[in-house]
């Protein structure tokens, strides 16, 4: 079963070391990179953290073939018009290898700490929606106008644009089913699941596939994704010490869904992953996606996936 492989990249790590980590994913075949939009890092607020568009810029002009995304995007940080300028920029400078990822964002911390207002869950998503919009416009629109509760534009040319056509594939992460799973189905091309939804995923597919039918969009037509944290070892008992003694911050919270386990025993469990129709994994490895790693995955596991 054919299965793209990406890497979520640590980027609470100097950039030296994250090109460490992107130069052999490039080598070794991985679909694509993904960075997040965060301030700092989940477990350190005091640490690193390099913010995601220059380094989605940064990324596209180290590499030929690595698809560069973001896992995801918060909307209130940026206007949506120049969000769009932003994206659109990036994949020219890439030759048409962005990956939106977009969320409606909900660090409370991050937005009181940086002057923005956190307001309710429910007008988060509207101004979601509006944004979602704003982006369309700008990436196909010669010049683009909208007038809505929060925001506008008045005939704003954005050029260049995207090199893809008619823009970037848009993932869409949550798992809000009445309103969030709605707008994924109008607007995205990837729905990407976490921690969170794993639980109950066959429940969120099909009030997916339901809010497809109610738009009257073919559900195949819309890709998923799922975050996964790997711990691979050349054998099971290296895969054990990095379950017990992890070397990624996150490795506690994503336990529930994570896999651990030899390259046999990996492709076996991302196969399974396929075979639950996941088009596109997001791997967090246990080691902080070490080079050797990377290399590991890429020799043993990936040969077998595509």
Not at 151 to 167: E, G, L, R, W, Y
Not at 171 to 181: D, S, Y
Request: proline share 7%.
């Amino acid at each position: 079963m054919a299965m793209k492989i990406a890497l979520n990249l640590p980027q609470f790590l100097e950039w030296d070391d994250m090109l460490k980590r992107i130069i052999p994913a490039e080598k070794y075949g991985f679909h694509s990179v993904w960075t997040c939009d965060h301030m700092w890092p989940p477990s350190d607020r005091d640490g690193i953290q390099l913010e995601v568009l220059t380094t989605m810029a940064a990324i596209a002009a180290r590499t030929e073939r690595l698809r560069i995304g973001t896992l995801v995007i918060c909307n209130s940080f940026r206007n949506p018009a120049l969000l769009a300028k932003s994206l659109s920029s990036i994949d020219n400078i890439s030759h048409g290898r962005v990956e939106i990822g977009l969320g409606a964002g909900w660090m409370k911390g991050e937005f009181r700490a940086y002057g923005y207002e956190f307001p309710a869950a429910g007008v988060r998503l509207k101004q979601f929606e509006e944004s979602l919009q704003i982006l369309k416009l700008m990436f196909t629109e010669p010049r683009a106008s909208f007038k809505g509760q929060y925001f506008t534009i008045d005939n704003a040319p954005n050029n260049p644009k995207p090199t893809q056509k008619p823009h970037p594939p848009i993932t869409i992460g949550g798992g809000g089913e009445k309103v969030l799973l709605r707008l994924v189905a109008k607007y995205a091309d990837r729905w990407n699941y976490s921690i969170p939804e794993s639980s109950a995923i066959d429940h969120k597919l099909q009030v997916l596939k339901d809010h497809c039918a109610a738009i009257g969009r073919d559900f195949k037509t819309l890709e998923i994704s799922e975050q996964i944290m790997v711990c691979l070892g050349r054998n099971k008992a290296d895969a054990d010490r990095m379950w017990d003694n992890p070397g990624h911050p996150m490795i506690e919270g994503m336990k529930p869904s994570a896999i651990k386990g030899d390259p046999d025993s990996v492709v076996d469990q991302l196969r399974d992953r396929a075979r639950r129709g996941v088009n596109l994994v997001m791997l967090c490895f246990g080691d902080l996606d070490r080079p050797e790693t990377i290399e590991l995955f890429g020799r043993e596991v990936m040969p077998h996936l595509q």
